[in-house]
Antibody, heavy 118, light 108 residues
């Protein structure tokens, strides 16, 4: 059973960089699969942020592309999200998930709330 | 970019009702569509992939259909645990993905 767990600061100041990590257990990232980040502002819908393949190839939502960096650390079996120049509009629950080409986001972390405020 | 539009945005229904939710893509996506269920405070759960394939462990009262631009999620007999928000997600441009805006299924 694949398990994912997000971690990182719950409060980020405006204009700073949001950094989150997703630790994966029950599966070796280097074995394959895609991995993704999704966010959900309070009371709103889901927004795909970006995805990364185990090889390191990255794919980003065009609306966030200029501010997003996703990376993978196979030695620690985890992948990370950095979102720069944050504003209050980036306040959301951030989820990490495993992404299958054939089926979609099949395993999810529990999510972590990140608030952007001074 | 492929846009996904769900309708209705909310629906009120009773236990035992048949509920149908629609998702429309801005361009053809073949059968590259998934459906998710999300309960308050929880992560989404994959229900259906490839438009009509039931994810392992999902009750058979859930079904999906459609191809091209128009898709439906049907709950044949609504159960108390089915009150939630449902999202569609296209994967035609995998791994560039888009979610629909969501449909909230509420108790009538």
């Amino acid at each position: 059973q694949v398990q994912l767990q997000e971690s990182g600061p719950g409060l980020v100041k405006p204009s700073e960089t949001l950094s989150l990590t997703c630790a994966v257990s029950g599966y070796s990232i280097s074995s394959g699969y895609y991995w993704g980040w999704i966010r959900q502002p309070p009371g709103k819908g889901l927004e795909w942020i970006g995805s990364i393949y185990h090889s390191g190839s990255t794919y980003y939502n065009p609306s966030l592309k200029s501010r997003v960096t996703i990376s993978v650390d196979t030695s620690k079996n985890q992948f990370s999200l950095k979102l720069s120049s944050v504003t209050a509009a980036d306040t959301a629950v951030y989820y990490c998930a495993s992404l299958s080409y054939s089926s979609g986001f099949d395993y999810w972390g529990q999510g972590t709330l990140v608030t952007v405020s001074s | 970019d492929i846009q996904m539009t769900q309708s209705p945005s909310s629906v009120s229904a009773s236990v035992g009702d048949r509920v149908t939710i629609t998702c429309r893509a801005s361009q053809g996506i073949s059968s590259w569509l998934a459906w998710y269920q999300q309960k308050p405070g929880k992560a989404p759960k994959l229900l259906i992939y490839a438009a009509s394939s039931l994810q392992s462990g999902v009750p058979s009262r859930f079904s999906g259909s459609g191809s091209g631009t128009d898709f439906t999620l049907t709950i044949s007999s609504l159960q108390p645990e089915d009150f939630a928000t449902y999202y569609c997600q296209q994967a035609n441009s995998f791994p560039l993905l888009t979610f629909g805006g969501g449909t909230k299924v509420e108790i009538k």
